[in-house]
């Protein structure tokens, strides 16, 4: 049921999935699925997948860059072992002229990546993060990043967040997307729009539109499996999209993730279960 939304368990599969999606005009962003590990040998595993994945970007001559997740690489077990982890993957993803986006986690992690991602942009422009618009402290951290030259994913946010921290209401989450958006688009740096929410994409173009932000400038970007006719729709339309491909046997809790941002998905993976 997981494969709607994650590429398959081996590298070799989301390397064929990727290749479909850059055969039909697409980027791609390659995930090796993981996270909350508990040994610093499984951090370190997950790094040596991640050198070799961009090795195999590079041998396969695939249009695609590097998402992953600091508390795969050992966040929760000493910020400055995942740090440097961390940064021997970016060097690796800079000699292969390539990028690595630091997903945001839940926000008991959120201070802890940005601290991580600013240092390592201090050694090497080949690292960008996420900025989740359900968040407060976003607009800030927005300033902050952009105070380093950090090219940021922009996404509403899908852990479950107590209204302390973040928005509770849709609306106000929308609100602050588009708010954030527009702060992005005329920074002067490459960032991403990731949303499948046609109010937030339009509200993009029509903001490219009126600041006169060429297409090139900015990029669309959208989850495995989610709204594939959008994602066709935007390419036609000339718009720069790229699709985040998971892979890994570690697919569980990305997966519960895809069903619980839409009850409609559960619904109809409960219905194709018993039949
Ligand atoms: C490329 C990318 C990277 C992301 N990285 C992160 C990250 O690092 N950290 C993080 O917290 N979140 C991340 N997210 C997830 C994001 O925060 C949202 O949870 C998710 O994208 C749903 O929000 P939405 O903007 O699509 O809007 P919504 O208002 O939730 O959805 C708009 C429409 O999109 C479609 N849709 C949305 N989700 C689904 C789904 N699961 N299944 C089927 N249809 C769906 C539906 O048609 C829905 O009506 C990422 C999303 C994308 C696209």
Redesign the pocket.
């Known amino acids: 049921m997981s494969h ?2 994650v590429a398959g368990e081996e590298l070799d599969e989301a390397v064929s999935a990727a290749r479909v999606c850059n055969d039909q005009g697409m980027l791609v ?1 390659l995930d090796y699925l993981g996270e909350n590990v508990a040994t610093m040998a499984d951090a370190q595993r997950a790094r040596d997948a991640y050198l070799e994945v961009f090795e195999r970007i590079a041998a396969e001559k695939l249009n695609a860059n590097v ?1 992953c ?1 600091l508390t795969q690489l050992g966040l929760d077990l000493s910020p400055e072992f995942c740090e440097g982890q961390v940064l021997s993957i970016v060097e690796r993803a800079a000699h292969n002229e390539n990028f690595l ?6 926000s008991d992690y959120t201070e802890r990546t940005i601290q991580v991602v600013k240092r390592v942009r201090s050694h090497s422009p080949a690292i960008g ?2 900025i ?3 968040l407060y402290r976003s607009e800030q951290d927005i300033q902050d990043l952009l105070a380093y030259g950090c090219r940021i ?1 922009l ?5 479950k967040e107590p209204p302390q921290v973040a928005f509770p209401r ?1 609306e106000d ?2 609100a602050n ?1 588009v708010k954030l958006m527009r702060l992005l688009l005329p920074s002067g740096f490459y960032h ?1 729009i ?7 994409i339009g509200a993009t173009i029509r903001c490219a539109a009126e600041m006169k932000i060429c297409k090139e400038d900015f990029e669309f ?3 495995y ?3 594939t006719d ?1 994602q066709r729709r935007l390419v036609r339309d000339g718009y720069r999209v ?3 491909i998971p892979y890994g046997n570690d697919w569980f809790p990305y997966f519960m ?6 009850p ?2 559960l619904a109809f993976f409960a219905r194709n279960f018993f039949r």
């Open positions: 709607r939304f962003s998402s997740k986006r630091v997903d945001m986690e839940g993060t996420v989740q618009a359900y994913r996404c509403k946010g899908a852990y849709k989450v929308d997307y991403g990731a949303t499948h929410d046609p109010h937030m970007q959208m989850l499996g989610v709204r959008l790229r699709i985040y993730r895809r069903l619980a941002e839409r409609a998905n």
